[in-house]
Each structure stands twice: as structure tokens, then as C-alpha cells.
């Protein structure tokens, strides 16, 4: 028995994905966060603009996700602020346009997931872990194609890099939950040639 669990790796997990590049659905996915103010309040956003792309190999060692998120594309539910925060005293979108994550490996089974990979913001890259929980697969009664879907979670210390604005008023963990929908490669079923 220990024999068996010994040679068992969860890298080696075949994974419930068929191989290919998923597309995502934009339509189904999002980039939520959250950040205390002043200690005492969390304030909630989002970013709107997203692109994603995964692929699946035959195991875990060959699945690679990357995605780039616009900052400009913030949405906090309150225009001033988000104003205010794509500004030079903020994130400076001007010099920081984007948010980008590729994965350099993924790990676990079943429903639990971690993806570790790279983080960029800036001219500045930092190790990122996230938690995923795998929602499943389905056949999509609208588009006839098979969708599976996920949520990840994690948190970004901002003064990693060097968004250490607003201190005292913000905190500097940014806690990310990530809502993502991909769509199986090739032909929707049923329509086969």
C-alpha cells in the first residue's frame, strides 16, 4: 500500500479536461477584489476587460494558463474613485496598463486545485499562488459546446510591487477571486461533418 502511494504524484493526475486550447467566455467569467479602507471597511471592484487562454495537455505538468487583465478597465461602482485610481497618484495606467498571470505549474485533483505562476504589474514581476476550485464540465444548451468552469482565489501584497500609495487609508493585501468559464475546443457536438 505504501508502495502504491508512493508511486502516485498528483502531477501525474489525469486531468477531467479534454487536450486542447479552451477559449474563454467572457461572457461567464470575471476578475472580482476586494481592499480594506482605513482598516475597518472592504471596498469591492472588479475589472471589466480580460483575456484568458488555457491549455490542456494529458496531465497537470502540461497545462499552461495565462491571462492579462486591463487596469484601465477598474470598476469599483463609484466613477470619481475609479477615476482617481487610474491616475499617476494610483496605479498609473499610463505606465502600468496591465495586470498579467502565467502559470508555471498546476497541482491537486478532484474539485481542489493550486496554480502557482508568475504575476506581472508594471515593469514588476512576483510569484502569485492561487487556490482553484474546479467547477465541473457541461454541455451548454445555448452553444451546444461543452464549458467547464472555475474559481480561483489568492491575495497580492501591493507593495510588492511598489503600490504602496494610500498607506494608512489602504490596505495592502488585494484579495482576487477569479470566476472563469472556458469553452472546450473544436466543433460545437452535433454538428460533426
Same mark, same amino acid.
Given at each position: 500500500?505504501?508502495?502504491?502511494? !508512493?508511486?502516485?504524484? /498528483?502531477? !501525474? =493526475?489525469?486531468?477531467?479536461?479534454?487536450?486542447?486550447?479552451?477559449?474563454?467566455? /467572457?461572457?461567464?467569467?470575471?476578475?472580482?477584489?476586494? @481592499?480594506?479602507?482605513?482598516? @475597518?471597511?472592504? +471596498?469591492?471592484?472588479? *475589472?471589466?476587460?480580460?483575456?484568458?487562454?488555457?491549455?490542456?495537455?494529458?496531465? !497537470?505538468?502540461?497545462?499552461?494558463?495565462?491571462? %492579462?487583465?486591463?487596469?484601465?478597465? @477598474?470598476?469599483?461602482?463609484?466613477?470619481?474613485?475609479?477615476?482617481?485610481?487610474?491616475?499617476?497618484?494610483?496605479?498609473?495606467? %499610463?505606465?502600468?496598463?496591465?495586470?498579467? *498571470?502565467?502559470?508555471?505549474?498546476?497541482?491537486?485533483?478532484?474539485?481542489?486545485?493550486?496554480?502557482?505562476?508568475?504575476?506581472? @504589474?508594471?515593469? +514588476?514581476?512576483?510569484?502569485? =499562488?492561487?487556490? +482553484?476550485?474546479?467547477?465541473?464540465?457541461?454541455?451548454? /444548451?445555448?452553444?451546444?459546446?461543452?464549458?467547464?468552469?472555475?474559481?480561483?482565489?489568492?491575495?497580492?501584497?501591493?507593495?510588492?510591487?511598489?503600490?504602496?500609495?494610500?498607506?494608512?487609508?489602504?490596505?495592502?493585501?488585494?484579495?482576487?477571486?477569479?470566476?472563469?468559464?472556458? +469553452? %472546450?475546443?473544436?466543433?460545437?457536438?452535433?454538428?460533426?461533418?
Amino acid at each position: 500500500m505504501t508502495q502504491d502511494n !508512493a508511486s502516485h504524484t /498528483p502531477t !501525474a =493526475t489525469t486531468l477531467p479536461l479534454s487536450s486542447g486550447d479552451w477559449e474563454l467566455d /467572457p461572457l461567464h467569467s470575471a476578475v472580482n477584489f476586494t @481592499i480594506r479602507h482605513l482598516g @475597518i471597511a472592504k +471596498v469591492r471592484g472588479r *475589472f471589466t476587460k480580460i483575456e484568458a487562454e488555457l491549455y490542456v495537455g494529458e496531465t !497537470a505538468d502540461d497545462v499552461r494558463v495565462s491571462a %492579462e487583465i486591463a487596469l484601465t478597465s @477598474i470598476d469599483t461602482g463609484n466613477p470619481d474613485r475609479d477615476a482617481h485610481t487610474r491616475s499617476a497618484d494610483l496605479l498609473d495606467v %499610463e505606465k502600468r496598463p496591465t495586470m498579467a *498571470f502565467r502559470s508555471t505549474r498546476v497541482s491537486g485533483e478532484g474539485e481542489d486545485w493550486t496554480m502557482e505562476g508568475d504575476l506581472t @504589474i508594471g515593469d +514588476v514581476t512576483r510569484p502569485l =499562488t492561487l487556490a +482553484v476550485d474546479f467547477g465541473g464540465v457541461v454541455d451548454s /444548451p445555448v452553444d451546444q459546446r461543452r464549458h467547464a468552469g472555475f474559481e480561483a482565489t489568492g491575495e497580492i501584497r501591493r507593495s510588492d510591487f511598489g503600490l504602496d500609495f494610500g498607506a494608512g487609508f489602504l490596505g495592502d493585501v488585494v484579495k482576487v477571486q477569479l470566476d472563469m468559464q472556458f +469553452v %472546450e475546443p473544436g466543433e460545437p457536438q452535433g454538428q460533426g461533418g
